[in-house]
Structures are given as C-alpha cells and as structure tokens.
C-alpha cells in the first residue's frame, strides 16, 4: 500500500511538471507571436530583412543580446552562420533562449545551421 502511494505520488508530480511546461511553452508561443507581429507591422510589406540587420534590433531580450554581442554577433548574417550547438555553448544562451531566437529568425525568413 505504501508503494502504491509513493507511485501515485510520483505520477501526480509528473503531471503537475507537465502542466507547468504546457503553460510555460504556451505563454512563450504567445509572446513569439505578438512579438513578430510587431516586428512584421514594423517592415514594410514585401521587403526582406538584410543580413545586416543588428541583433538589438531583434528584440531578443538584453540577457541574450549581451551574450550574443560578446561572442562577436553582432548582425542577423552572423548569427545564421552560427550553428545551434555552437550558441548553446555562448554563456547566457540555453535552450530556452535558442528556441527564442530561431524563432525570430525563422519569422523574418532566415535560418540558423544545423
């Protein structure tokens, strides 16, 4: 009976730990979309972004711009030459951020190496 317990317990955390990442990964695809909504009414219409559109102008946070801007990023053409496990070992960029960030970049019709 006691591990029986101890089980459901474990099952009841489990979900209570999903729920949570439900949430979070909701509220950040929110973000994403209300922040490329902006950047999109921002550009005119048909016009794409240069390689040479400065990272601060993505309004990817301070925490990632500064961590980007130390490591030498400082444009969109150097970011996309940048693969994903090479900005994952940038100090201040982890999953989350990375996610951040190639979404944005996949908004404005670029893409980061695999």
């Known amino acids: 009976a006691a591990e029986e317990e101890k ?3 474990v099952k009841a955390e489990k979900k209570k ?3 949570k990442k439900v949430a979070t990964a909701d509220s950040a695809a929110s973000s994403k979309k209300k922040t490329s909504t902006k950047k999109k009414a921002a550009a005119p219409k048909g016009d794409p972004v240069d390689g040479s559109t ?3 102008e993505l309004k990817l946070g301070a925490r990632v711009e500064n961590s980007l801007r130390q490591s030498g990023i400082s444009t969109l053409s150097d970011l996309c030459s940048r693969r994903k496990d090479d900005l994952l070992t940038l100090n201040g960029i982890g999953p989350k951020s990375l996610d951040k960030i190639i979404s944005m970049v996949e908004d404005l019709g670029w893409s980061i190496d695999q």
């Open 17 to 19: 730990t999903v729920k």
């Open 7 to 9: 089980e459901q317990e």
């Open 54 to 56: 400065k990272v601060t």
